[in-house]
């Protein structure tokens, strides 16, 4: 197993809350309120903690919940900008909040460039996603490389060494490239092609989604328990913390525990 020499997971205590002021939201089901990007949350306190993190959900901000920030939070934070603070004002905050953004982007692409590390163990596909990892980890140097990237087009420079890693180690399943299954029963997913997909509200209770390829696939409220998802693609902590499950649930080693709200 080849493991990437970055944090890829959200690490608040090294970060300034920069996804509670550099981020909108509307109200709804998710949010109890509505904020603009680059107001500070109401509950974001002067030491950067959120005042309500233990009661988010049963104060109306679920959504804060099923963020993650891929660890470009603490990364901005403490390699672009010596550990200061947007509060320090305009000067600091602007770039830091279009740094942030960018660079949320690139450790998204990075997690999966490190999952197919982990799963490719050797080989030409190998020497590829490791290039394209430099590649991807040099943006993160400075925030001139990351102002200068059109983060917009990453995805595809990517996509075909993920889809080889798929190629090696997953597929022959059925495909659902994109699909709407938005709450459908589906238990029959090994191998499964779901990348895309709308699985919103699906009842995937038991399912097989060994081998499935479950890139950008939209998890929101599936329900996962009992399904095995230890050696599922590219898995993010997002998707996962966005759906229902629980200690039945079998996900990927690399995501570490089941979201706190699982129970
Ligand atoms: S409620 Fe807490 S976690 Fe959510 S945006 Fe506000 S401060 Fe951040």
């Known amino acids: 197993m080849t493991a990437l020499p970055i944090e890829l997971r959200a690490d608040c205590s090294r970060c300034v809350g920069l996804c509670c002021v550099a981020s909108s939201f509307s109200r709804s089901s998710e949010f109890a309120f509505d904020r603009d990007f680059g107001t500070p949350c109401r509950n974001l306190q002067d030491d950067h903690r959120c005042a309500i993190h233990a009661r988010l959900r049963t104060s109306g901000m679920s959504g804060c919940t099923t963020y993650d920030c891929f660890g470009a939070g603490q990364r901005v934070t403490q390699e672009l900008y010596g550990g200061r603070s947007w509060r320090e004002g305009p000067a600091v905050a602007e770039p830091m909040f279009a740094d942030f953004w960018a660079a949320q982007s690139v450790h998204e692409l990075l997690w999966y460039v490190s999952e197919g590390l982990e799963r490719v163990a050797a080989g030409p596909v190998q020497a590829r996603l490791q290039a394209l990892a ?49 709450g459908r029963r589906l238990t029959e997913l090994r191998g499964a092609t779901l990348r895309g997909a709308s699985l919103l509200g699906a009842d995937l209770r038991g ?24 050696t599922a693609l590219f898995v993010t902590p997002r998707q996962v913390a966005s759906a229902h499950g629980d200690a039945t649930t079998r996900l990927p080693s690399r995501l570490g525990a089941p979201p706190q709200q699982w129970g």
Not at 153 to 173: F, K, M, T
């Open 134 to 182: 430099d590649e991807l980890d040099a943006l993160m140097s400075s925030s001139a490389a990351l102002r200068a990237v059109d983060v917009l087009a990453l995805p595809a420079l990517v996509q075909p060494a993920l889809d080889e890693v798929v190629a090696l180690v997953g597929g022959g399943g059925p495909q659902h490239r994109r699909a709407d299954l938005a």
């Open 207 to 230: 399912a097989d989604l060994r081998e499935a390829d479950l890139l950008g696939a939209d998890l929101r409220g599936a329900d996962l328990r009992g399904a095995d998802l230890t």
